[in-house]
């Protein structure tokens, strides 16, 4: 699940940022969660419980710039892709300082502000192929995982395996929190008892999905839809 913060002084422009956002995630079946703020001090009181995939951030509020805001994120959290909402780009230079990967000027437009989002998603997906090593805790300890590894998920009786290549682990997650890690690293619930690595699909035949290893699994008919238009859409993002 990415986690997405807009952190804006003026109402209708978090509404309009969160509008684009939400159509645009629903064309393309991202799953996300959208957390608003209109201050920069409620802000940073929930950034030191909750990191941020997608940080925007207005640039010129008064009661602390969005300069000093990516400071203070780059101190929690140095993976956040920070994206600056301004009327002016006379900021850029001080961006570069903090890493802000764009900026989108106001008022937003929805087709341009589209492809900058698509842009930014591709940044994130690149980003985190880069460092797809998650730790899961198991029943044989702490293990760090290549996510590039794995083939699926399944939940059975309150046990969790992630499978493997060559070796299976239970997991101390349950396959909704899994869900929630996975969801955009390219893994798709294709079953309330399943999660596959989109990677590893060979084909989907009727109710199953044929992984590349011969491995099938489980698909709903009421997610079979969504899984489809998921496999696609996932594909269409890439290009």
Same mark, same amino acid.
């Given at each position: /699940?990415?986690?997405?913060?807009? $952190?804006?002084?003026?109402?209708?422009?978090?509404? +309009?940022? &969160? $509008?684009?956002?939400?159509?645009?995630?629903?064309?393309?079946?991202?799953?996300?969660?959208?957390?608003?703020?209109?201050?920069?001090?409620?802000?940073?009181?929930?950034?030191?419980?909750?990191?941020?995939?997608?940080?925007?951030?207005?640039?010129? /509020? &008064?009661?602390?710039?969005? %300069?000093?805001?990516?400071?203070?994120?780059?101190? $929690?959290?140095?993976?956040?892709?920070?994206?600056?909402?301004?009327?002016?780009?006379?900021?850029?230079? /001080?961006?570069?300082?903090?890493?802000?990967? !764009?900026?989108?000027?106001?008022?937003?437009?929805?087709?341009?502000?589209?492809?900058?989002?698509?842009?930014?998603?591709?940044?994130?997906?690149?980003?985190?192929?880069?460092?797809?090593?998650?730790?899961?805790? +198991?029943?044989?300890?702490?293990?760090?995982?290549?996510?590039?590894? %794995?083939?699926?998920?399944?939940?059975?009786?309150?046990?969790?395996?992630?499978?493997?290549? !060559?070796?299976?682990?239970?997991?101390?997650?349950?396959?909704?929190?899994?869900?929630?890690?996975?969801?955009?690293?390219?893994?798709?619930?294709?079953?309330?008892?399943?999660?596959?690595?989109?990677?590893?699909?060979?084909?989907?035949?009727?109710?199953?999905?044929?992984?590349?290893?011969?491995?099938? @699994?489980?698909?709903?008919?009421?997610?079979?839809?969504? @899984?489809?238009?998921?496999?696609? &859409?996932?594909?269409?993002?890439? /290009?």
């Amino acid at each position: /699940m990415i986690k997405i913060a807009i $952190c804006d002084e003026n109402i209708q422009d978090r509404q +309009t940022l &969160k $509008c684009y956002i939400k159509n645009f995630n629903q064309k393309y079946e991202i799953p996300a969660q959208i957390y608003e703020y209109e201050s920069g001090k409620s802000f940073l009181e929930q950034l030191k419980e909750d990191p941020y995939h997608i940080v925007f951030l207005d640039v010129d /509020m &008064k009661e602390c710039s969005g %300069i000093e805001l990516a400071r203070q994120v780059r101190v $929690c959290n140095r993976q956040a892709t920070l994206i600056f909402v301004t009327h002016t780009k006379e900021y850029a230079l /001080m961006g570069y300082k903090v890493h802000v990967y !764009d900026y989108l000027l106001k008022p937003l437009d929805a087709e341009t502000f589209n492809l900058n989002l698509k842009d930014i998603y591709k940044h994130l997906e690149t980003h985190y192929s880069k460092n797809n090593i998650y730790i899961f805790p +198991t029943t044989q300890g702490s293990v760090k995982l290549d996510l590039s590894h %794995i083939l699926y998920v399944e939940s059975n009786h309150r046990k969790t395996t992630i499978h493997l290549e !060559d070796h299976d682990y239970i997991c101390h997650y349950n396959i909704n929190k899994l869900e929630e890690m996975l969801a955009f690293e390219g893994f798709i619930r294709t079953h309330r008892s399943f999660i596959v690595n989109s990677k590893k699909v060979k084909e989907i035949k009727n109710s199953e999905v044929i992984l590349e290893d011969g491995t099938s @699994v489980f698909l709903s008919k009421y997610k079979q839809k969504a @899984v489809r238009e998921r496999l696609s &859409k996932s594909l269409e993002i890439r /290009m």
